[in-house]
């Protein structure tokens, strides 16, 4: 049998990564032999490797364990926001320039916005809300959240993919005292086995839930607590983070440990809209900013090259995500008369308009700063009668190949059950100050479908009061929600 040394070494190096997790050290003795070289290998190479690996693999399960339990112990948070238009607003502008013009639209005026209380959220725009809150000192070396990493040696952490589902989506202002909340959990570590020693990793999900809520009441209740009394909740979003080993300092520059050659997969799809841009190292700290986000292999040239072995600084995951969702609000409007805008009328209203039910993206490989990316949707499938429609979204690297790739549904909004209604979109019922749990809340917000004439979805209060049998209390005004670009 021929000698494997090599794989010897690559298991007995990674097993000693381990140690940290280990009581003590087993000291290693050289032996020798004057048998016939090849018989001795065969005696004593192959039953080392193989003992190697099993340590290895029990000292992984035994990792995976203690992760699940630290990782169980930590408890939902809530995050608050009071949604004010100014977070899109700065994202409109650090977009600017990086859109096609003349067609993309200058950002509206946050003043504007802050006024028109039934404004959604652009798709995509909730990115730059409920961010992060923690001082430098809470956070891990890398700039990033310790709460979402299952622990050493798997330190290295990736935007994987994630979903969306929008029902209907979130608002600016709620109310005057009424604010965004946020539940975010952390689920359960799962280690995934790669195609040989060391190429194991750890998919994290990270769950949020989005909705509204009396400040007051925010103050005084848990997570479960909120979600039991406000079931409406009005966005849900996955995060899928992956998670890869420790290495130590690499010089790409130099060629001493250069990366893997990257798997390329093209698309076979010819998209309906597109367009290109260039992140730039000024895009990429914009939208750190925004999103409170200090991973320093967005913001940090020689941290990307020297500790992660990266030839540059990566794009963000939910950075494209945005775009994406950009590309199939353009094509929309282009599409659907009843979102396109107009001089006199920049925005239309939901009544007529298709609105984002969810979107399922992946990111199959990283995009770095200074290269020209590609942003790709097309119509994949319609259903006549329901209003609903299917779409692929793609972004593609310098090389043409697959960065991102993504599904979408949306529905029109005036479509329900096969027939046109009278159309659905946002109600404010507001008749004076209200009570509910012993706190006032002046204003409510109910999407109302006129199919079934009731008020389906409340965003404070999980109720329809004011909203019944399609008779609207004295002083409702019905207004439509728009949406900006």
């Known amino acids: 049998m021929r000698p494997r040394p090599n794989k010897v070494l690559a298991v007995g190096a990674l097993t000693r990564s381990f140690r940290r997790f280990n009581t003590t050290d087993t000291p290693t003795t050289t032996t020798t032999t004057t048998t016939t070289p090849d018989v001795a290998t065969a005696d004593t190479t192959a039953p080392k490797a193989a003992s190697a690996e099993s340590t290895l693999s029990e000292e992984l399960d035994e990792y995976l364990k203690k992760a699940k339990t630290r990782m169980a112990a930590r408890k939902p ?157 009005q966005m849900e979003e996955i995060r899928k983070l992956v998670f890869m080993r420790e290495r130590g300092p690499v010089k790409v520059a130099d060629g001493t440990e250069p990366a893997p050659p990257a798997r390329i997969i093209k698309s076979n799809s010819k998209p309906q809209y597109s367009f290109t841009l260039n992140p730039d190292p000024t895009l990429l700290f914009q939208f750190s900013a925004l999103t409170y986000n200090a991973h320093a292999i967005h913001l940090d040239p020689d941290y990307a090259r020297n500790q992660e072995g990266y030839p540059e600084r990566l794009v963000h995951g939910p950075l494209t995500l945005v775009l994406m969702l950009t590309a199939l609000r353009r094509l929309l409007r282009r599409t659907d008369p009843a979102r396109r805008p107009s001089p006199r009328e920049p925005s239309k209203k939901l009544e007529d308009s298709t609105l984002l039910e969810e979107i399922n993206y992946r990111n199959l490989a990283p995009l770095f700063v200074g290269q020209e990316i ?90 329809t009061d004011g909203v019944e049998e399609g008779k609207k209390t004295e002083g409702e005004s019905e207004k439509g929600g728009e949406e900006k670009v």
């Open 77 to 233: 948070k809530i995050l608050i926001d009071p949604l004010s238009p100014m977070n899109s607003h700065l994202l409109d502008i650090a977009l600017q320039d990086h859109l096609p013009r003349p067609r993309h639209r200058k950002p509206q005026d946050p003043v504007r916005l802050a006024l028109k209380e039934t404004t959604l959220l652009p798709n995509g725009h909730h990115l730059v809300y409920f961010p992060l809150q923690a001082p430098k000192s809470a956070l891990q070396p890398d700039g990033t959240d310790p709460d979402h990493a299952p622990g050493w040696p798997f330190v290295r952490r990736m935007w994987a993919g994630g979903s969306v589902s929008f029902s209907p989506g979130l608002i600016f202002n709620p109310s005057f005292d009424t604010k965004g909340w946020c539940i975010e959990s952390v689920g359960e570590p799962v280690l995934k086995r790669g195609s040989g020693p060391g190429d194991e990793k750890v998919f994290v999900e990270v769950k949020r839930q989005y909705g509204y809520a009396p400040a007051a009441l925010l103050a005084e209740l848990s997570p479960s607590k909120l979600l039991e009394k406000h079931q409406s909740v």
């Open 374 to 463: 590609r942003v790709c949707v097309r119509e994949t499938a319609r259903k006549v009668g329901s209003g609903t429609q299917t779409w692929e979204l793609w972004v593609e690297g310098p090389d043409g190949s697959l960065a991102v790739r993504g599904t979408a549904t949306t529905r029109r909004a005036g479509v329900t059950a096969g027939r046109k209604t009278e159309g659905m979109g946002w109600k404010e019922a507001f008749d004076g100050p209200r009570w509910l749990d012993g706190l006032p809340a002046f204003s409510k917000y109910v999407f109302y479908d006129p199919a079934t004439r009731s008020g389906s979805r409340s965003i404070i209060e999980g109720r």
